[in-house]
């Protein structure tokens, strides 16, 4: 009983690394293609986004693309009038933790939210176009996640 538990989550896993490297490699490409200087966040997003149902993948991609929008509109509305330091960091952070409290999201986009204003405020003020490129990136990463799964469980329900 033990060695068939192991099996199936040695495969489990075998699955999880493919759908990693196919989503981080199509994901990169895409991202450049469409012009990114910061292909990196488009497999962040695959990587960070992929569960183990379809469901799952889908819940948390939306709750990353919130996470990252209400970042990117905290921190390039105020950021700009401040300087990079941590107590800067802290008070956007704070800032749009509390615009996802208050819109009632859950912890999840607190920490996309969290994530988001870091990088958007360090990176926004050495190239300019970061949070552009954060927000498409992000969107390309879900969604290529989103497709990976999609296809992947219709593949399973089809040997089925």
Request: proline share 1%.
């Amino acid at each position: 009983m033990e060695s068939l538990k192991n099996k199936f989550s040695n495969e489990n896993l075998s699955i999880l690394a493919w759908k990693l490297a196919i989503g981080s490699t199509l994901s990169w490409e895409l991202a450049k293609l469409l012009g990114s200087d910061h292909p990196y966040l488009a497999p962040l997003s695959v990587i960070l986004t992929i569960q183990s149902t379809v469901d799952k993948t889908v819940s948390l991609s939306i709750k990353r693309i919130i996470g990252t929008m209400i970042g990117i509109l905290v921190t390039v509305l105020i950021a700009r009038h401040m300087t990079i330091n941590g107590w800067s960091l802290g008070v956007l952070i704070l800032l749009g933790c509390y615009v996802s409290i208050w819109l009632k999201l859950d912890k999840k986009v607190l920490h996309q939210v969290s994530l988001t204003i870091l990088f958007v405020f360090f990176f926004e003020h050495q190239t300019k176009h970061y949070a552009i490129d954060r927000l498409r990136d992000t969107l390309i990463g879900i969604l290529i996640a989103g497709i990976l799964q999609l296809v992947w469980f219709r593949i399973i329900l089809r040997k089925k």
